[in-house]
């Protein structure tokens, strides 16, 4: 019961991290601490699980402006916290290449519009996408499998 539980309120809190994430390109503080709280419910949260889920965002945070914001950095630590390392790597795993793909499709759609669209992707532009509604979806998928005994 306290597996559904906290699987409840860490998909809400994912969930809401996404739906803020695309309005306002920024995650709420509250979001990740919420989660730290919620991974200490039952038995304690992963600290190793944290640092080691959290530190492929956190070296290309700090390495270049504009790259992951500090908002993913602290769901994906909180995260680990929750899912421990294993858990952390498959929502890696899951999320990063949906991101990818889905940055694929707009470029794809940009690069060949039908004739009579104007609208380009020129070479220079960066495209930018939140990142927290894949980080969500990964994190939900390896909670239930994590917690279903396939890792």
């Known amino acids: 019961m306290i597996i559904i539980i906290k699987g409840l309120l860490f ?3 994912l969930i809401i991290a996404s739906i803020t994430d695309i309005k306002r390109r920024e995650i709420d503080n509250f979001i990740p601490v ?3 709280v919620i991974s200490l419910i039952g038995y304690g949260g992963s600290f ?3 640092m080691i889920t959290a530190l ?3 070296i290309p945070a700090i390495g270049k402006d504009n790259s992951i914001g500090g908002g993913d950095v602290k769901i994906m630590f909180a ?3 929750l899912l421990g390392i294993g858990g952390g790597f498959l929502q890696t795993v899951i999320a990063l290449p949906l991101a990818l793909l889905f940055s694929l499709g707009i470029v794809i759609k940009k ?3 039908p004739p009579g669209n104007r ?3 020129k070479p220079e532009k960066r495209i930018v996408i939140p990142l927290a509604p894949f980080l ?3 994190g939900i998928l390896s909670y239930i499998i994590t917690n279903m005994g396939g890792i």
């Open 11 to 13: 998909s809400s809190l």
């Open 111 to 113: 690069r060949y519009n």
């Open 119 to 121: 609208e380009t992707l």
């Open 136 to 138: 969500c979806v990964g």
């Open 56 to 58: 492929p965002f956190f």
């Open 48 to 50: 190793s699980g944290a």
């Open 34 to 36: 919420s989660i730290l």
């Open 79 to 81: 995260c680990g916290a």
